[in-house]
């Protein structure tokens, strides 16, 4: 097959420009719709030679920024999937959706740890940590990653393990697309063939009472619940995955709610939602006064908040977990509208909910981001890879002293 190329005034520039965000109206000098792995290196290069800006887009989900003037490569069409059921392995081509990764998994009972949209892109998803509704039970998606083919800022194509390139194999794993452009994406995934779900809802005036209740409960939640509560439209929401199917010692959670849905259903029909992420902080208790700015913030203009509770395998990650999240601190506040009642808690945002690209910093902890600066320094020195929620290179003397291969 032959690559696409889409230049302004062609039919088809348009459609492969948009992004999932209204705000964003790129113009790229062309689009690059890429219709096998070698299209790749080809747009890589390409930009390299007219020394023009590069950007990749597989589904558009994440893109906040224009790819104006520039490259734009669209990886959609490169969305193989690979089961291997006995290894319980998926391996994945840059264009993948989750929906495709969890029917491809679930005909043998097994689940990748997919977040609230089917439609989302796999690698994207994955490359920012990915957090999901079995977080708390396996962990972020980025923990879960075995193996990265990567197409670095040169053309090279390499591959990344916990052996090979170990320091990029690290960086992959929460660092966004600032490391090269991965072709291939190796993960693991876990026999759930079932879930327990939950949604209690609560009229709006009960929210003081129940985020109080919540933050009670989560202090010994146990790691097979993954929990949110939303303050919305439709009043106060508690949400609840579990693995354990009997969803016991979810129970303390709605037994003072005037509406309580309880399924048992695949993953994948489980559909939990989540909240459009404008601004987000975390925090490592909520304080009487942050359930009141919680609240103030969703009278504000019916601003949607959602309190979710991290921890359990996130938390206990193993040492060398890559740079994803602020693992140790158990609940995230996202606002669907940051207007004026921002609750404030340590100033941190997971690198997947950056609503505003100026906050890259906040993403990662103090030494993650050094280290990330400096794996960036080793592989994209020239920031090749900027059209992303942007990690730049450390100055040249803190630099890695040599890649290890
Ligand atoms: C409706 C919705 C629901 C969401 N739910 C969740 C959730 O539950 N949990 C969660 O963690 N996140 C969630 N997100 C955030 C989502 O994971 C990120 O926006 C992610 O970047 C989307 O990836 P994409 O490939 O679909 O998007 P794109 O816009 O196509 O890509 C976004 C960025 O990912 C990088 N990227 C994409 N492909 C590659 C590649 N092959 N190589 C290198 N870099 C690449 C690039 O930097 C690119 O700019 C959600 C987003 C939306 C819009």
């Given at each position: 097959?032959?690559?696409?190329?889409?230049?302004?005034?062609?039919?088809?520039?348009?459609?492969?420009?948009?992004?999932?965000?209204?705000?964003?109206?790129?113009?790229?000098?062309?689009?690059?719709?890429?219709?096998?792995?070698?299209?790749?290196?080809?747009?890589?290069?390409?930009?390299?030679?007219?020394d023009l800006p590069f950007?990749?887009?597989?589904?558009?989900?994440?893109?906040?920024?224009?790819?104006?003037?520039?490259?734009?490569?669209?990886?959609?069409?490169?969305?193989?999937?690979?089961?291997?059921?006995?290894?319980?392995?998926?391996?994945?081509?840059?264009?993948?959706?989750?929906?495709?990764?969890?029917?491809?998994?679930?005909?043998?009972?097994?689940?990748?740890?997919?977040?609230?949209?089917?439609?989302?892109?796999?690698?994207?998803?994955?490359?920012?940590?990915?957090?999901?509704?079995?977080?708390?039970?396996?962990?972020?998606?980025?923990?879960?990653?075995?193996?990265?083919?990567?197409?670095?800022?040169?053309?090279?194509?390499?591959?990344?393990?916990?052996?090979?390139?170990?320091?990029?194999?690290?960086?992959?794993?929460?660092?966004?697309?600032?490391?090269?452009?991965?072709?291939?994406?190796?993960?693991?995934?876990?026999?759930?063939?079932?879930?327990?779900?939950?949604?209690?809802?609560?009229?709006?005036?009960?929210?003081?009472?129940?985020?109080?209740?919540?933050?009670?409960?989560?202090?010994?939640?146990?790691?097979?619940?993954?929990?949110?509560?939303?303050?919305?439209?439709?009043?106060?929401?508690?949400?609840?995955?579990?693995?354990?199917?009997?969803?016991?010692?979810?129970?303390?959670?709605?037994?003072?709610?005037?509406?309580?849905?309880?399924?048992?259903?695949?993953?994948?029909?489980?559909k939990m939602g989540g909240?459009?992420?404008?601004?987000?902080?975390?925090?490592?208790?909520?304080?009487?006064?942050?359930?009141?700015?919680?609240?103030?913030?969703?009278?504000?203009?019916?601003?949607?908040?959602?309190?979710?509770?991290?921890?359990?395998?996130?938390?206990?990650?193993?040492?060398?977990?890559?740079?994803?999240?602020?693992?140790?601190?158990?609940?995230?506040?996202?606002?669907?509208?940051?207007?004026?009642?921002?609750?404030?808690?340590?100033?941190?945002?997971?690198y997947n909910f950056l609503?505003?690209?100026?906050?890259?910093?906040?993403?990662?902890?103090?030494?993650?981001?050094?280290?990330?600066?400096?794996?960036?320094?080793?592989?994209?020195?020239?920031?090749?890879?900027?059209?992303?929620?942007?990690?730049?290179?450390?100055?040249?003397?803190?630099?890695?002293?040599?890649?290890?291969?």
């Amino acid at each position: 097959m032959t690559t696409k190329l889409h230049l302004p005034g062609d039919r088809d520039y348009d459609l492969h420009r948009a992004a999932h965000s209204p705000t964003v109206d790129s113009r790229p000098a062309m689009i690059v719709e890429a219709m096998e792995p070698a299209d790749i290196g080809l747009a890589v290069t390409t930009a390299n030679d007219l020394d023009l800006p590069f950007a990749v887009q597989a589904t558009g989900h994440g893109t906040w920024q224009p790819a104006d003037h520039g490259v734009l490569l669209k990886t959609g069409n490169l969305s193989d999937v690979r089961i291997d059921p006995q290894r319980r392995i998926a391996t994945v081509g840059p264009g993948a959706r989750w929906g495709a990764v969890l029917s491809a998994a679930a005909r043998y009972g097994l689940v990748g740890l997919a977040g609230s949209s089917p439609d989302v892109g796999v690698v994207g998803y994955t490359l920012g940590g990915g957090m999901g509704w079995l977080a708390r039970r396996y962990g972020l998606a980025a923990d879960s990653v075995l193996a990265a083919e990567v197409v670095t800022a040169d053309g090279r194509t390499i591959t990344a393990t916990p052996d090979r390139h170990p320091d990029l194999f690290w960086a992959l794993r929460g660092g966004g697309g600032n490391f090269g452009v991965v072709a291939s994406l190796q993960f693991r995934l876990y026999p759930v063939s079932q879930v327990f779900t939950a949604v209690a809802t609560y009229p709006i005036e009960a929210a003081a009472e129940v985020l109080d209740r919540y933050r009670g409960w989560a202090q010994a939640a146990p790691d097979s619940a993954s929990t949110a509560v939303v303050l919305g439209g439709n009043g106060v929401v508690v949400k609840a995955m579990s693995t354990d199917l009997t969803g016991r010692a979810l129970r303390p959670l709605w037994t003072a709610a005037g509406q309580v849905e309880r399924r048992v259903s695949g993953f994948a029909e489980a559909k939990m939602g989540g909240v459009r992420a404008l601004h987000q902080d975390f925090f490592h208790r909520l304080t009487d006064s942050d359930i009141a700015t919680i609240i103030a913030a969703h009278r504000e203009n019916g601003t949607t908040v959602e309190v979710r509770h991290w921890g359990g395998a996130i938390a206990a990650a193993v040492p060398d977990a890559g740079p994803a999240g602020h693992r140790s601190t158990p609940f995230s506040v996202t606002l669907d509208n940051p207007g004026s009642h921002l609750p404030t808690g340590i100033g941190a945002v997971f690198y997947n909910f950056l609503g505003d690209p100026s906050r890259v910093d906040d993403a990662f902890t103090t030494q993650n981001l050094g280290r990330l600066r400096e794996v960036k320094r080793a592989y994209d020195p020239t920031n090749f890879f900027h059209i992303n929620h942007n990690i730049t290179p450390a100055p040249a003397a803190a630099a890695l002293a040599a890649v290890t291969t």
